[in-house]
Structure formats: structure tokens, C-alpha cells
């Protein structure tokens, strides 16, 4: 670690991170604050709420295919857009509400339709559109 290092987030739970790792850390004398849901789409949402509460783009990737959300991750940090994630052909619960609740009005899907399906991407917009509905 660098000697100037003072916070540490982890995303993620403890069966990704340990719980003994974070007490490790705690013990060099870091603050140390975890950031995670029950699942990898609801940390997803915790991260999106937590430190992208102004972004009106969020990208979306497969979340059991790491490859296009690693690949759009340079990007989302320009942009300061979250990456939510799903699954190919549902969207969570926590998903739904993610993007009815924040001020997200636009999407960027990454990968193809084999990465995030038609019922998935639909989920979304209808998400997105009871905000929209919401607000007239």
C-alpha cells in the first residue's frame, strides 16, 4: 500500500472480500467502508446511488459476463456513469426500482443481444418510462 493511502471501499460482500481482509486493513490504520447488496446487480445499484446520484447515463452489461462491463468501465468513469448490471434476460427487482427512483434517462447497453436480451433491455425502458409518466 501506498504510504498516503487512508480510505478503502470495498464493493462487494464478505464471500467476495473477507470479512478478515477488511480487518486486516482496519488494522494498518485505513478506513475502511464496504459497499454491497445481496447480489452483484444490487451492489450495482448501492454503487450507482452511493457515488453516481447525478448521472443521467447509465451503462449496462451482463453481469455473469465480465467482459463488456470491464471493457466499458473506462469509459463509464469519463462519463461519470454507473454500470448496472444484469442478466441476460431479466432485470432485478432492485434494477427496476434503481432506475425509476434515480435521475437516469438514458442507457448505453453493452454487448449484443447475447449479453443483455430484449426482455431485459424492455424491463429497463419500461423502468424508465413510468418515471417519465411519473413527471408529466
Do not use: C
Not at 39 to 59: C, H, K, L, P
Amino acid at each position: 500500500l501506498k504510504k498516503d493511502v487512508k480510505n478503502v471501499i470495498i464493493v462487494g460482500g464478505s464471500g467476495v472480500i473477507s470479512e478478515d481482509l477488511k480487518m486486516e486493513m482496519e488494522s494498518l490504520g485505513l478506513y475502511v467502508t464496504r459497499k454491497n447488496g445481496v447480489n452483484r446487480a444490487e451492489t450495482s445499484t448501492v454503487i450507482g446511488n452511493t457515488y453516481f446520484m447525478d448521472a443521467q447515463m447509465a451503462i449496462v452489461a451482463n453481469g455473469w459476463e465480465f467482459a463488456d462491463a470491464l471493457a466499458a468501465a473506462p469509459y463509464a468513469a469519463k462519463i461519470g456513469a454507473p454500470i448496472i448490471l444484469v442478466n441476460q434476460n431479466r432485470v432485478s427487482n432492485s434494477i427496476v426500482d434503481y432506475l425509476s427512483t434515480s435521475l437516469i434517462t438514458h442507457l448505453k447497453i453493452v454487448g449484443g443481444d447475447a449479453a443483455v436480451g430484449k426482455d431485459a433491455r424492455t424491463m429497463m425502458e419500461d423502468a424508465l418510462g413510468k418515471k417519465k409518466d411519473s413527471n408529466q
